[in-house]
Structure formats: C-alpha cells, structure tokens
C-alpha cells in the first residue's frame, strides 16, 4: 500500500478531490506547486502522483508552478514512481500547438491553426483562415483571454488600434472559428483512460467554460449563473469520436481528462481543447443522480487512485 499524492496549485478546486479521498478512507497528501523547491538529487518517497497541473495557474499568481512540477514529474519519472498524467501529459496541458499536433496524430479533425508571437505574425497567420478567427494564448487557462474576430481584416484592426493587444512575448494560436450548430459544446470525461461521461455545456453567455464548482460561486472566473443548466451530464453519449480520444490519451500517456468538441451545421464534429487538469461540476452530477456514486467525477478519480495504489482491492467501493 503507497500513499497517494496530489501536485496541484489550486486551493479552490482541490477540497473536492480530497473530500473523494477522504470520503474512501484513503491515506493522501497535497504537493503544492504554487511555491517550494524541487530537489534534483533525491529519491522521492514511494506513492502514487496524481499531477493535476493547471494550464491556468498562471491567473493565480503562479505562473512558475508548471515548471516547477515539470522538474518534479521528471525526478519522479527517473525514479519510477507511479505518476498518473506524466509529464508529456503536462507538456499537453500548457500548449495548445502541442494539443493539435496530439489531435492530428490521432486522426482527429480540429480546426485550422497556427501559432504565432507578435502582431505582425500573428495577423498574418490570420490572413492564411478565410471567416471568422479565434485568438487564444497557447498555455489556455478557463477561456481567459480567448477572443473572437469576425474576419482577419477586424483582427488586423484591432491589433493595429490596441496598444496592448497582445503581449509582444507571448505565443498565441490563431484558430478557424467554428460556428457551432447549437450554441453548446460538449466535454467528453476520461478517468483511468476509460470514458467516464459527457458534458453539454451552454456557451450561449461566452467563452469561459471551466466547470469547476469553484468558478461557479466565483464570478469573477466563470460566470456565475453557471448554476442555470449550463452543465448537463449525458451517461450515454456513444459518439464515435470516444474510441480515438481514448487512444490519443493512451498515446500521450495522459489517464485523467475531458476532451472538447464542437458540432457545426454540417455535423461534422472539430476537437479543440484537451484539459488535462478536469473538474466537475457537483451540480451537475446531482441534477443526473450519479453524485456519490462511482459515475462520479471525483469518486471515479479516487478510486482509480486508490485501487493504483493498493489501498483499495479491485471490487472494494466506497468506504463505509
Ligand atoms: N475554434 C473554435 N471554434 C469555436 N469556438 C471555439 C473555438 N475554440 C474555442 N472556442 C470556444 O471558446 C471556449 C474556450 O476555448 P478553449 O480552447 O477551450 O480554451 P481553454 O483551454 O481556456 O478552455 C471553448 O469552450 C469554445 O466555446
Ligand atoms: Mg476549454
């Protein structure tokens, strides 16, 4: 039996996973990567690591933290240790490029993209999409600074007339916008490399869309009427695209995840966004009647963890 260790830098989406843990009796710890120090030269302690690395730690003041754990799961990985989501999961995690390359691999189809650094670039990346573009910061984070352009002329403009428009070091992915038939898109839950379930998810009030309970009491993050069905849980979703996103996970070595999707007018289904660090919204899972139960999104979490460590036995559930 190992303890399991939870690297994180989120104090607000952490008490769900550890009330999950808590809640089976089993023996965890928080790695905290917001500070602290990594050392290069120890052996770490035997457990299993669950890396829940968020692309948008730097909106918290911790923009150091991915590299730190990058540091971390290296010298866990030299060392043997069970890490689940590695550190190509966490290279993943904090590139949205590196996320399309993982898509093109897998055969998925996702919407034209290009990386570029600077105005200058980055309008001309924007001249090679015909229609409306989105610009994103590359290391995501919730949907911050995820913007809309009607076409590559009003991009041009807008970088043209904004002074700080965008940062002159920082690289952005200049996408194809597009238009979904609904305004929805739906987020596709793996734990354990396993589909877990899927989430309709209501865009119609904009583009921040993380479902954390946290963000929904904080409005400053998501927006708080989040409550208002913005986030229904569908148990059977047997899409096509679930067998490919399964194998892109195994590929990249990635356990825990929600994988994003957009469906246009046409039908045909774009992927977009692989968020390594998931949450899920207790909401949610309520309104579906799978809260506490292993459907579950940290119920389902934990007891991978706890049977990958050896604290629970294959058949064990819930701890009285
Ligand atoms: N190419 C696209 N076409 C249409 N809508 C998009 C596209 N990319 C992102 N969006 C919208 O913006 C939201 C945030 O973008 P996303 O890439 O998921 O960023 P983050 O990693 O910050 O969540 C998406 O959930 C979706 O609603
Ligand atoms: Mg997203």
């Keep these: 039996?190992?303890?399991?260790?939870?690297?994180?830098?989120?104090?607000?989406?952490?008490?769900?996973?550890?009330?999950?843990?808590?809640?089976?009796?089993?023996?965890?710890?928080?790695?905290?990567?917001?500070?602290?120090?990594v050392d290069l030269s120890a052996t770490p302690a035997d457990g299993v690591y669950y890396n829940r690395m968020s692309a948008s730690s730097w909106t918290r003041e911790h923009a150091a933290a991915p590299q730190l754990t990058?540091?971390?799961?290296?010298?866990?990985?030299?060392h043997g240790r069970r890490v689940v989501n590695s550190s190509r999961a966490l290279d993943l995690e904090i590139s949205k490029a590196r996320q399309c390359a993982a898509m093109a691999r897998a055969g998925l189809r996702f919407?034209?993209?290009?990386?570029?650094?600077?105005?200058?670039?980055?309008?001309?990346?924007?001249?090679?999409?015909?229609?409306?573009?989105?610009l994103k910061p590359d290391c995501g984070g919730k949907g911050i600074g995820v913007q809309l352009f009607s076409s590559a002329d009003v991009l041009d403009a807008h970088l043209k007339s904004v002074d700080d428009a965008v940062a002159p070091d920082t690289p952005m992915l200049v996408q194809a916008y597009i238009e979904p038939a609904e305004p929805v898109i739906i987020r596709n839950e793996f734990v354990g490399g396993e589909y877990l379930y899927s989430v309709r998810v209501d865009t119609s009030e904009g583009f921040e869309l993380c479902p954390a309970d946290a963000c929904e009491i904080d409005d400053s993050a998501c927006p708080a009427e989040a409550a208002a069905n913005k986030f229904q849980i569908l148990t059977d979703f047997g899409h096509p695209n679930l067998a490919p996103y399964k194998r892109l996970l195994r590929d990249q070595g990635i356990e825990i995840a929600g994988i994003e999707m957009i469906t246009d007018s046409n039908g045909d289904v774009w992927t977009y966004d692989i968020n390594i660090n998931t949450n899920y919204n207790g909401q949610a899972e309520e309104e579906c009647g799978i809260a506490g139960t292993e459907k579950a999104g940290m119920m389902a979490v934990s007891g991978f963890l706890g049977h990958l460590s050896g604290q629970l036995l294959p058949s064990q559930e819930a701890a009285e």
């Design 111 to 134: 919407p034209r993209s290009l990386l570029a650094v600077g105005r200058d670039d980055i309008a001309a990346a924007a001249r090679t999409i015909a229609g409306p573009i989105i």
């Design 70 to 78: 990058v540091a971390l799961l290296e010298n866990l990985e030299l």
């Design 1 to 37: 039996m190992k303890p399991i260790f939870v690297i994180h830098e989120n104090e607000e989406w952490y008490p769900p996973l550890a009330e999950a843990l808590e809640s089976r009796g089993l023996d965890y710890r928080e790695l905290h990567m917001g500070s602290g120090m």
